[in-house]
């Protein structure tokens, strides 16, 4: 079994942002922007979560694109993000 992992609401919210929205809406500018969060804090909040393997990365020409992996907690963060 894996081992448990604490889900803030921030990363709940950009879970299933990025679990909704088509792909030229997942870049970290497009998301921030939605979601209403600092830039800076978005980019930490987004390499945390690369680190825990529930987000990966996919290089574009001019910008990186942000995609859930299966490892990410949707459900969770579907309650969470509700609270």
Known sequence: MGEKQDLKVS???ILVYLA???TPLKTILKLSSKLDMDYSYCC?????MIEKKW??????N????YFTTMQAPLELAKQRALE
């Open 11 to 13: 990363e709940a919210r």
């Open 20 to 22: 909704v929205v088509d």
């Open 44 to 48: 930490k909040v987004i390499k945390m």
């Open 55 to 60: 987000i990966t990365i996919k290089e574009g």
């Open 62 to 65: 001019l910008r990186s694109y």
